[in-house]
């Protein structure tokens, strides 16, 4: 005799078998209606027509000043000497002082230490004690 099968005749492995698929089935349709669910909760509104004018409007107002910014000249850091040029001029710039590669390293380091320095901290204040 099969150790599936009983005494009547019935199998109960086929029965436990229906059963694994049934809770199986059952999970997967759980996770199918959470998916649906958070879809539906983390969806933003459609845009509405006076939405996407001002935001249109305001993206180009960002790409005329992003243009303004990459074509004009102006300072970035008027204390430390940092200005912003064009970019055409910059690479004019470059080629010019880089004729003498020597010469403009020693300048592109000065220039890196004066826009990125620290000044130090003030000495300590003597104790009361001394």
């Known amino acids: 005799m099969n150790s599936c099968e009983s005494e009547n005749g019935n199998n109960k492995c086929c029965r436990s078998g229906v ?12 996770v199918a209606v959470l998916v649906f669910a958070m879809r539906h909760y983390t969806q933003p509104p459609p ?4 939405r996407a ?3 249109a409007q305001k993206l180009g ?4 000043d992003e243009t303004t910014a990459l074509l004009s000249v102006g300072w970035i850091d008027q204390a ?3 200005v912003r040029l064009p970019i055409e001029a910059a690479v004019q710039i470059t080629l010019r002082e880089w004729q003498n590669p020597a ?18 901290p003030p000495p300590p204040k003597p104790s009361a004690f001394e």
């Open 19 to 30: 059963a694994y698929v049934i809770a199986v089935l059952g999970a997967l349709l759980i």
């Open 53 to 55: 004018i001002e935001r």
């Open 61 to 64: 107002e960002l790409r005329a």
């Open 47 to 50: 845009l509405g027509q006076a």
């Open 103 to 120: 010469a403009a390293r020693s300048n592109l380091i000065a220039r890196v230490e004066k826009a990125t320095y620290v000044p130090p």
């Open 80 to 82: 430390k000497g940092i």
